[in-house]
């Protein structure tokens, strides 16, 4: 069973920077993937960014590469997400997510076992 909790979000004008944190407790070794959604306001929720364990890095869906920076730690105990020149498109609840097997694409929720509660993002204008 793995605890996950999550930290940061808040509110920023357009442009601007946050960070959000995952602490995972438990047993947290066997987490292939460890990443983050998001679920804007009438939307599904999406995939955001994502690690596979020995994966040569984190990706990132489109709308974000350049701009956000998924670090996972080694022991799969953290991932923060550095968000930086954010959009209004970028406003919506943050999920941190863990879990996968081997071989998990890790862009999916089914990949999933454990979900964070969700912090709240929201960008203006």
């Known amino acids: 069973q793995v605890e996950l909790v999550e930290s940061g979000g808040g509110s920023v004008q357009a442009g601007g920077s946050l960070s959000l944190s995952c602490s995972a407790s438990?047993?947290?070794?066997?987490?292939?993937?460890m990443g983050w959604f998001r679920r804007a306001p009438g939307k599904e929720r999406e995939w955001v960014a994502s690690?596979?364990?020995?994966?040569?890095?984190?990706r990132y869906r489109e709308s974000v590469e350049g701009r956000f920076t998924a670090s996972p730690d080694n022991a799969r105990k953290t991932i923060t997400l550095q968000m930086n020149n954010l959009k209004p498109e970028d406003t919506g609840i943050y999920y941190c997510a863990a879990g996968g097997v081997y071989g998990s694409w890790c862009e999916r929720p089914d990949d999933y076992e454990y979900w964070g509660q969700g912090t709240q993002v929201t960008v203006s204008i």
């Open positions: 438990g047993d947290t070794e066997n987490n292939y993937c």
């Open positions: 690690d596979y364990i020995g994966g040569g890095g984190p």
